[in-house]
């Protein structure tokens, strides 16, 4: 099985779903109008498996089969956040909703360290090409 990041860790195949048994993509499936598009999938440090369907999964899970995937998906994490973060900093809302200047100032150096989070997250990935 490949692994994939979302909310957490999870290995996931490729499966379809044929009036509620889910048979992998690779192995035989019955014909049917029926069939629905999916992935089995099985929740680290749990025993819990599940048909997910493919919408769903894709839209939540990303592939990284390789460290540099790894790093990829995380970097991609990253710069959404601290795109988020910086947007809601220099909104007018900002202040009306951080009361206190010491959360104003904390989310602040937040959005600094991420930054330079970013950058080193750059590095090891252009190091890796």
């Known amino acids: 099985m490949k692994k994939y990041i979302g909310i957490r860790e999870v290995e996931a195949t490729p499966a379809w779903l044929v009036n509620g048994v889910t ?8 014909r049917s109008m029926n069939r629905k598009d999916g ?24 592939l990284y089969d390789t460290f ?5 998906v995380e970097k991609s994490v990253l710069s959404e ?3 988020k973060l910086s947007s809601f900093i220099t909104s007018d809302k900002f202040e009306d909703i951080v009361t206190d200047c010491e959360q104003r100032e904390l989310l602040r150096n937040q959005k600094d360290v991420m930054e330079k989070y ?11 090409k």
Request: net charge negative; no cysteine; aromatic share 14%.
């Open 39 to 62: 992935y089995n999938v099985v929740y680290q440090g749990t025993s819990h498996k599940e048909w997910v369907p493919k919408e769903v999964f894709e839209s939540t899970y990303q």
């Open 23 to 30: 048979y992998e993509k690779d192995g035989v499936v019955p």
């Open 68 to 72: 540099y995937d790894r790093l990829s």
């Open 81 to 83: 956040r601290l795109e």
């Open 118 to 128: 970013l950058q080193i997250l750059e590095r090891r990935i252009e190091k890796l």
